[in-house]
Nanobody, 115 residues
Framework: QVQLVESGGGLVQPGGSLRLSCIVS????????MGWYRQAPGKQRELVAS???????IYADSVKGRFIISRDNVKKATFLQMNNLKFDDTGVYFC?????????WGQGTQVTVSL
């Protein structure tokens, strides 16, 4: 059974940093697009960043210049380095692995930006 397990969330003050990790089991992620999404309270889930290959990535406008997505295919992992965090970055962050019709999700990790 494919599993994605996120970690690294927590409570951080504005301007702080967090690094999220997502470990994937049972599939070879090298052909997969790896993405990070977030869902704020009362809002729809939105794409934060996705990474198809080393130099083929997408960032939401709201996180450009602050967040960095990366992957390690050998470790079957993807990471999201989040810097200069803002109140609006608060939400549950989900990892996704997608390939064609296949799409797998983690259960999410909470990120709270607060004083």
């Amino acid at each position: 059974q494919v599993q994605l397990v996120e970690s690294g969330g927590g409570l951080v003050q504005p301007g702080g940093s967090l690094r999220l990790s997502c470990i994937v089991s049972e599939i070879d992620i090298s052909a997969y697009t790896m993405g990070w999404y977030r869902q704020a309270p009362g809002k729809q889930r939105e794409l934060v960043a996705s990474l198809i290959s080393t130099n083929n990535f997408i960032y939401a406008d709201s996180v450009k210049g602050r967040f960095i997505i990366s992957r390690d295919n050998v470790k079957k992992a993807t990471f999201l380095q989040m810097n200069n965090l803002k109140f609006d970055d608060t939400g549950v962050y989900f990892c996704q692995a997608s390939y064609g019709a296949y799409s797998f999700w983690g259960q999410g990790t909470q990120v709270t930006v607060s004083l």
